[in-house]
């Protein structure tokens, strides 16, 4: 089987509530029975710090074309990056989601 690459982006109160709803959504739309190349297929995530003057986007960007990062391992966590308050729903943040899913 092979690997495909996703990068997802929600609004939520915590990381763990997007996570949630995004694989939610995944298997609503590719289904449960696996290799989707989704999100649906992780388990769990692992948050990913920006460097020093980096943009969310920029980190996302940096992680995916680094060839020993953990996310690129299709059996491994997704990664996640806090992107800040979310300014048009107060009380929420951004999360970027991220890696490589079996598909």
């Known amino acids: 089987m092979g690997a495909q690459q996703f990068e997802n982006k929600v609004s ?3 990381a763990r509530e997007g996570f949630d709803l ?4 995944a298997q609503y739309e590719s289904g449960h029975g696996g290799y989707t190349g989704t999100i649906a297929e ?7 710090t920006p460097k020093t003057g980096e943009s969310p ?3 996302v960007e940096r992680c995916l074309e680094d060839d020993d990062h953990f996310c690129q391992d299709k059996w491994g966590s997704a990664a ?7 300014p048009k729903v107060p009380g929420n943040y951004i999360f970027y989601f991220f890696g490589w899913a079996s598909s």
């Not at 992780?42 to 990913?48: A, I, P, Q």
């Not at 996640?80 to 979310?86: A, R």
Request: charged share 45%.
């Open 22 to 25: 995004l694989v939610e959504e």
């Open 80 to 86: 996640c990056v806090d992107g800040g308050e979310d």
């Open 57 to 59: 986007e920029e980190c």
């Open 42 to 48: 992780k388990s769990d995530f692992k948050m990913v």
């Open 12 to 14: 939520a109160k915590s």
